[in-house]
């Protein structure tokens, strides 16, 4: 501009480069259309997609909570009357094969399912699912299983919803935003009794709030749909002050001694060992043994535990139910990973693994007991996500992920300041990029809980997806060609014409314009969280997010540097060895760059691989790994993105043996349990 007005441009170079410029205003009008994603959505298709994710999922998810298997026991379940606004067309009794009929019965469609600990209440609301699923109709709501434990009720419903949503599924949050907004969503929320370590009359409560939030939502003309799962002796502490209004109740029943006779026939190989067990249960109602049988938990729980070793008569030895439990939770752990060694599957030492889910436990239960927050988010008392549980190590894994996040500043500082020193007029240009570095340092060390991410390439085969690409594409080409004019300008002369500068200046900025928009157009308009393929995919789909932006940059900063060797071998006496060993120095460097620009940009990864580096000794290398086969073998259940232990008994049993060595072994009392 100031070579412009200084008079040093001729008429014509001010009429050509004035002309220029009010030619490129609608490319960029254009571009900047085009930068903006589409807001138009089918409701209707991603709503049919979204339901058949969740049916994958949640089928999965129903055989790992039945044990392996995938025959249900049919517990019976009684409608729970209560005083007033209470949904009407609800049945006296039901079963667990008849739950989705129940449901479309009532209205309005708000149903709680409360009872007794392991009485199989997300049995019951995942065969609910299932059922609505499999005869679900275009118009009707996808049913979404959400754990309640998770949500910060200091924030809305639909919006903890909305990001759980799209955390889980592959979807983006304007996308979660609107099917939550147009009901096309049925919230199956799981567990609002894992909420508080304890439900008191005068103690702060977020199960509380949960309800109130939950009266609040959506209450239009008819109160939202929505499923809820909750201990109903927490219920009955809750109903006190708050109940769910508008809602059918029901309460699942205790498994009959005829229907335990029937699972244990089905599942083990020597049925006649479970019959003076299941005798002893007729007879004594209130017995021991009773008590084991009256829950598919800890029926599924004592099975496993003798189908592995030992003879279940035992269990006829024991007259108290508490010491029966503790009997039974000390040996699943070993008696699971025996049933899966036998099934030919890769096995961990049982200390190893007694000793690292202790230590997952306790800090799930110390979240809860305490009510932990860290950076302004509330600490999940049920969820293992790898990226999410950094806190278990302190503050030393958001020290170590910014030290790793600043290693590619680092390398280029090391590069500027031999360049500024040997070239003054680079200066400015290592002054920004410095500038630049120090900036992505601070946004680092500020990001206490980086999202993970997910490109989609396969997109680019539709037309929204190419629409959002070649928006990025043009602006780039753009940019470099509006550079490639504040290059030229200042130098033109006799010798050195407009359209000459400008062509040779975009023959090395047109590849960084082109790919540097394609790679943002990538970044920004095709990446979506990861979907949910399993809560290892998280961190992998990150990495692989990271090293695809990371090679799209080292693509855009490289190939100048080859089309200028290549100019620079036609223009000079250049050996072609040289230009060879100049090409492979600045493929190298280029491969280097990407590398450190994945690690830029994978920042769910980087925090998950911190957190590794500062729990070794404590947890195993591969955490995801050892997570994903404590699933397989029955010790954890997955959620979403998500793990979680198999039943909320099993992580305070572990958490409390994990609390008593560590109390010993520092030679003090053992903690109390809460």
Excluded at 49 to 77: C, H, K, M, W, Y
Excluded at 328 to 351: C, M, Q, S, W
Excluded at 353 to 364: F, K, Q
Aim: with cysteine.
């Amino acid at each position: 501009m100031v070579t412009f007005i200084s008079g040093n441009l001729t008429t014509s170079d001010k009429l050509g480069v004035f002309g220029l410029l009010l030619a490129l205003l609608p490319l960029s009008g254009a571009a900047a259309k085009m930068l903006k994603p589409s807001s138009e959505v089918d409701l209707v298709q991603t709503a049919r997609e979204l339901a058949e994710a969740v049916e994958t999922s949640e089928l999965a998810q129903r055989t790992r909570l039945l044990g392996g298997d995938n025959q249900p026991i049919d517990v019976a379940f009684t409608f729970r009357a209560a005083p007033s606004r209470v949904a009407v067309g609800a049945a006296p009794t039901g079963r667990l094969s008849e739950i989705s009929g129940y449901y479309r019965r009532i209205q309005p469609r708000r149903l709680l399912i409360t009872g007794a600990a392991g009485a199989g209440k997300t049995v019951l609301a995942v065969e609910l699912m299932l059922g609505l699923l499999e005869k679900r109709e275009a118009d009707e709501p996808v049913p979404v299983r959400m754990a309640l434990a998770g949500w910060d009720t200091t924030r809305p419903l639909d919006a903890w919803m909305t990001g759980e949503l799209a955390d889980t599924y592959q979807l983006s949050l304007t996308t979660a935003r609107r099917l939550i907004d147009r009901r096309c969503v049925l919230p199956v929320l799981d567990g609002l009794d894992e909420m508080d370590a304890g439900v008191g009359d005068d103690e702060p409560c977020r199960a509380a709030e949960a309800l109130a939030g939950l009266n609040r939502y959506q209450a239009g003309r008819q109160m939202a749909p929505v499923v809820v799962t909750c201990r109903a002796t927490t219920y009955d502490a809750l109903a006190a002050r708050i109940r769910l209004l508008d809602a059918a109740c029901i309460d699942v029943s205790s498994v009959t001694a005829g229907q335990a006779q029937n699972f244990v026939t089905a599942r083990v190989f020597t049925p006649d060992d479970w019959q003076p067990v299941i005798d002893d249960a007729r007879r004594h109602p209130q017995g021991a043994a009773a008590h084991v049988l009256s829950t598919p938990w800890l029926l599924t729980l004592a099975v496993t535990v003798y189908q592995a070793e030992g003879d279940p008569r035992e269990l006829l030895g024991f007259t108290g139910p508490a010491a029966l439990r503790s009997h039974l939770l000390d040996r699943f752990v070993p008696a699971a990973i025996e049933l899966h060694k036998r099934a030919g599957n890769r096995t961990y030492r049982p200390e190893e693994v007694g000793r690292w889910l202790g230590l997952l436990a306790r800090y799930l239960t110390d979240n809860a007991r305490e009510r932990r927050t860290k950076s302004g988010h509330l600490l999940s008392s049920t969820d293992l996500v790898l990226h999410r549980i950094w806190p278990l190590a302190g503050k030393r894994a958001r020290a170590v992920d910014i030290a790793i996040s600043s290693i590619p500043g680092l390398v280029i500082l090391s590069w500027l300041v031999p360049v500024s020193i040997d070239e003054h007029a680079q200066i400015p240009a290592s002054m920004v990029l410095a500038l630049l570095t120090i900036g992505w340092i601070c946004i680092a060390a500020r990001i206490a809980w980086p999202a993970p991410k997910s490109i989609s390439p396969g997109r680019l085969r539709t037309p929204e997806g190419r629409r959002a690409v070649a928006g990025p594409v043009a602006f780039g080409v753009s940019l470099a060609l509006a550079v490639s004019l504040a290059t030229v300008l200042p130098n033109l002369g006799p010798d050195y014409s407009l359209a000459y500068g400008t062509v040779s200046a975009m023959t090395l900025l047109f590849p960084i314009g082109l790919v540097g928009g394609f790679a943002f157009g990538l970044r920004r308009n095709l990446e979506t969280t990861a979907s949910s393929r399993g809560p290892n995919a998280l961190v992998r789909a990150d990495l692989r997010s990271g090293v695809l932006v990371g090679f799209s940059a080292a693509a855009a900063s490289t190939l100048p540097l080859v089309i200028n060797n290549s100019v620079t071998y036609h223009e000079s006496p250049l050996s072609l060895s040289t230009l060879g060993v100049a090409v492979i120095l600045t493929v190298i460097s280029g491969s280097v760059l990407a590398v450190l620009c994945g690690l830029i940009w994978a920042g769910a990864w980087r925090r998950y691989f911190s957190t590794l580096l500062c729990t070794r000794g404590r947890l195993p290398w591969r955490l995801g790994r050892f997570l994903a086969w404590a699933s397989d073998a029955g010790l954890l259940r997955i959620a979403g993105n998500a793990y979680q232990f198999r039943h909320h008994e099993l992580q305070d049993h572990l958490a409390d043996a994990t609390a008593r060595a560590a109390g010993l072994a520092a030679g003090g009392a053992p903690r109390s349990r809460a």
